[in-house]
T-cell receptor, first 115, second 115 residues
Framework: GAVVSQHPSWVICKSGTSVKIECRSL??????MFWYRQFPKQSLMLMATSNEGSKATYEQGVEKDKFLINHASLTLSTLTVTSAHPEDSSFYIC???????????FGPGTRLTVT | AQTVTQSQPEMSVQEAETVTLSCTYDTSESNYYLFWYKQPPSRQMILVIRQEAYKQQNATENRFSVNFQKAAKSFSLKISDSQLGDTAMYFCALNSGGSNYKLTFGKGTLLTVNP
């Protein structure tokens, strides 16, 4: 149980275009989903927290207009990187929580390369 | 604010031996949760073990156990009978509760198990 999927697992896009990453909880309802960014050999950096049906809460320094997060249902959250630039290239990981258990279940991650 | 510190960037151990990874944390909350996550080369985050702060008994999961010292705010992970598959980055994480149960991660310890 508690499986989280991400799609795509790997994407290459041209500079200036937008790319959408999906995060799905497959066997539970995720009241809260989290989006992280991870640079090589570094820890996970929380970008934003989203609750179903509400606007996402962004961490300090994260551009909300660049990283659009939507959590339209209890099983799906999306991260859209708008007008991507090479510096946006990174590994993006989502996680989902059912709430009271305090435990987060992680997706397998998406490697984004912007050329 | 909550912080998590892992002071060992890299460690190595011989197969079948025991290794201990260190983690200290700081939080002003009285009830919180501590986790160790493993991130192998696939980059999938895997929960290794969790500890509720209100529980005095140290958590154990097969070959993995923790030494939780609440007064010292220390939460170390012991891996017994190390296996080659244990080679991974290990992250200590703290969840101090709140409405969204955000995780604060340490910088990680890269563990290499040598044959």
């Amino acid at each position: 149980g508690a499986v989280v999927s991400q799609h795509p697992s790997w994407v290459i896009c041209k500079s200036g275009t937008s790319v959408k990453i999906e995060c799905r909880s497959l066997d539970f309802q995720a009241t809260t989903m989290f989006w992280y960014r991870q640079f090589p050999k570094q820890s996970l950096m929380l970008m934003a927290t989203s609750n179903e049906g509400s606007k996402a809460t962004y961490e300090q320094g994260v551009e909300k207009d660049k990283f659009l997060i939507n959590h339209a249902s209890l099983t799906l959250s999306t991260l859209t990187v708008t007008s991507a630039h090479p510096e946006d290239s990174s590994f993006y990981i989502c996680s989902a929580s059912g709430g009271a258990a305090s435990e987060q279940y992680f997706g397998p991650g998406t490697r984004l390369t912007v050329t | 604010a909550q912080t998590v510190t892992q002071s060992q960037p890299e460690m190595s151990v011989q197969e079948a031996e025991t290794v201990t990874l260190s983690c200290t944390y700081d939080t002003s909350e009285s009830n919180y949760y501590l986790f160790w996550y493993k991130q192998p080369p696939s980059r999938q985050m895997i929960l290794v073990i969790r500890q509720e702060a209100y529980k005095q008994q140290n958590a154990t999961e097969n070959r993995f156990s923790v030494n939780f010292q609440k007064a010292a705010k220390s939460f170390s992970l012991k891996i017994s009978d190390s296996q080659l598959g244990d080679t991974a980055m290990y992250f200590c994480a703290l969840n101090s509760g709140g409405s969204n149960y955000k995780l604060t991660f340490g910088k990680g310890t890269l563990l290499t198990v040598n044959p």
